[in-house]
C-alpha cells in the first residue's frame, strides 16, 4: 500500500482532470485502501451473505468514476466524498434489483428461512433510508450531502466543512438535526 499526502493526492487529481491519464494510474495505487475501507464501511451496514463484496463494489465504482472525463476534482476529500456516493448508488440499485427478484422477477421459488427474510429486510431498509434521505435532500440539500458524506462516505466533520464550505460547528449540528429528521421519518413506516 502506497501512503501519499493529501497534497499529492489533490495534484494527481488536478492532473487527471485535465486529461493526463498517467496521473489516474499513479493515483490508483495512492487511493486503493481508503476506498476499500469505504466500502468496508457500506458493506458492514449489509446483511452477512450480501452476494456483492467489498472489492468488487470498489471496482465497479473504480470503473464509474475512472470513465469520467474533464470532471473537476476539487481536493482528496471530494474525490471520496464522490466516490461514497457513487458506491452508495450501486448499492440502492443492487438492493432494488435484489428486492424486485424476491417478488418473482425470474427467481427460482424456495422456502425462506431466516436468513432469507433478514437479507430481504435489510434490502427494504436499506431503500427506505435511501428514499428518506431523498427527501430530506429535497427539503434541506445540504443537510441531505452532509449525511451521504458522513454515513456512507465515513468523512470527518472537518473533512465534510471543508467540501461543503461551512464551519465544522455548522457541519456538526446540521448531523445531528440530519439524523433525527431521518429517524422520526424512518419511524413513520
Known sequence: MTTSSPQEITRLLSEWSRGDKAALDKLTPMVYAELRQIAR?????ESPGHTLQATALVNEAYLK???QDGFEWQNRAHFFAICA???????????????RDKRGGGAIHLSLDEAA?????QAADFIALD?????LESLDPQK????????????SVEEVAEILKIS?????????RAKA?????????
Open 131 to 135: 428514499e428518506a434521505l431523498r427527501a
Open 41 to 45: 464501511r457500506q458493506m458492514n451496514r
Open 65 to 67: 468514476i475512472a470513465g
Open 85 to 99: 456516493q457513487v458506491m452508495r448508488h450501486i448499492l440502492i440499485d443492487h438492493a432494488r434489483t435484489h428486492a
Open 144 to 155: 441531505g450531502r452532509i449525511i451521504e458524506l458522513r454515513y456512507y462516505g465515513g468523512l
Open 168 to 176: 465544522p460547528a455548522t457541519v456538526g449540528r446540521e448531523w445531528r
Open 181 to 189: 429528521w431521518l429517524y422520526h421519518e424512518l419511524q413513520k413506516d
Open 117 to 121: 427474510v433478514s437479507v430481504e429486510e
